[in-house]
């Protein structure tokens, strides 16, 4: 690693440290019922990330007789706030909740799917020793991209912290009886709500002939992109890199198409219907809801039929937009329908009541390797 960038981050690490032991810890110490949600140790802009942040805004509303909050995952670096989106979370380091925590009797731990296989092996004497001594300590996995979900047998560190292990879906694809018995733990559908409101959306005739696009790695894209450059020579085209919320949602509202190489049904497809634009996605089995978004023009079967068509698509909606405006007006009320307000938090108040979705109907099922397939894309 770049000497720099390890210093850049010890440095930021230091004042974030400051920061954060001057804060009032005192209902930390206090706290009998206690909900951490875990992020990287960097701040980063992500819909996994804000998703999580969301979470435990609802979570906090909702089981107020909790003391609900964010803290860093355990190792060398944290960062006391994310100034990267819109939101006003005071992050904790991981040390400060096993230090602080000292009464707490029930908890529950909310751990990224990604970083679950890891965790366990990430943690001090200390740390183990702690999350041993709370009677009633629940791990709960976010599985928010089911191709970053560890092997059933990966999860073997945390069983060893707890029996009382479940993971939660952010896709409703995946919020199946076949996915809670493939991993042997109840599973439980939390859904996804970002805000977006305060974002305005730009009619057609005032977004600029821009085409965004998602950074994911792809083994289409350079075909894609040549497609699109020779047959758009008229659209810019903008890779989505180093930018904050905000300024990535103006960019969505102010362009006319977004175009995603990774998930399909994510972030980037799924933003631009909330500001009048229009997104553009490959569809798949795994995070797609269900085969009837293929009857939308602007989900197509495969890379080859949205090389095959994307061009003439966009021609086709450039002169009329009144068709562009429908389109989007019906994904968005397709997406409002599977992430709506009520419904999230509804979800969220039966997980916490116990009341989950699923149950396995085999007992200790999902110990076997090999059930799970993770994505070495997967990382902090």
Not at 93 to 104: D, F, G, N, S
Not at 357 to 370: C, E, I
Request: aromatic share 10%.
């Amino acid at each position: 690693m770049n000497p720099h960038l390890i210093l850049s981050r010890a440095l930021s690490t230091l004042y974030s440290s400051g920061v954060q032991n001057l804060r009032d810890l005192s209902r930390l110490r206090e706290a009998r019922e206690l909900v951490v949600f875990v992020v990287p140790s960097l701040p980063l802009v992500n819909g996994g990330v804000m998703s999580i942040f969301s979470l435990c805004r609802q979570t906090r509303e909702i089981y107020p007789q909790a003391h609900c909050l964010i803290a860093t995952r355990p190792g060398l670096y944290t960062h006391a706030a994310n100034k990267l989106f819109q939101n006003d979370e005071k992050i904790h380091r991981w040390k400060q909740i096993v230090t602080q925590a000292r009464r707490v009797r029930k908890m529950v731990l909310h751990l990224p799917e990604y970083d679950a296989s890891f965790f366990p092996g990430d943690l001090d004497a200390q740390s183990v020793a702690f999350l041993k001594s709370v009677p009633e300590l629940h791990i709960n996995i976010l599985n928010q991209n089911i191709e970053c979900m560890p092997e059933p047998a990966d999860l073997d560190g945390l069983r060893e912290l707890t029996v009382n292990l479940t993971q939660t879906t952010a896709h409703d694809r995946y919020a199946t009886q076949e996915v809670c018995d493939r991993w042997g733990i109840p599973t439980h559908h939390f859904s996804v709500h970002i805000d977006r409101s305060q974002y305005p959306a730009i009619p057609f005739e005032g977004k600029s002939k821009t085409l965004v696009l998602s950074p994911d790695p792809n083994p289409f894209k350079e075909e894609v992109l040549a497609r699109l450059r020779e047959g758009l020579p008229d659209y810019r085209q903008v890779v989505v890199q180093n930018l904050t919320f905000d300024r990535y949602m103006h960019l969505v509202s102010s362009s006319r198409f977004s175009l995603t190489f990774g998930e399909g049904f994510d972030a980037y497809f799924c933003d631009p219907f909330e500001v009048g634009g229009l997104g553009l996605a490959v569809y798949n089995d795994e995070f797609f809801p269900d085969a009837s978004w293929l009857e939308l023009r602007n989900v197509y079967s495969s890379f080859q039929d949205l090389l095959d068509r994307v061009v003439d698509d966009i021609r086709f909606l450039e002169k009329n937009p009144q068709e562009y405006d429908r389109l989007s007006a019906q994904a968005l009320g397709r997406i409002h329908s599977l992430y709506g307000l009520e419904k999230f938090k509804d979800n969220l108040t039966r997980f916490y009541d116990g009341r989950y979705d699923f149950l396995p109907r085999t007992p200790g099922a999902g110990q076997s390797p090999g059930a799970g397939a993770r994505d070495s894309s997967c990382q902090e």
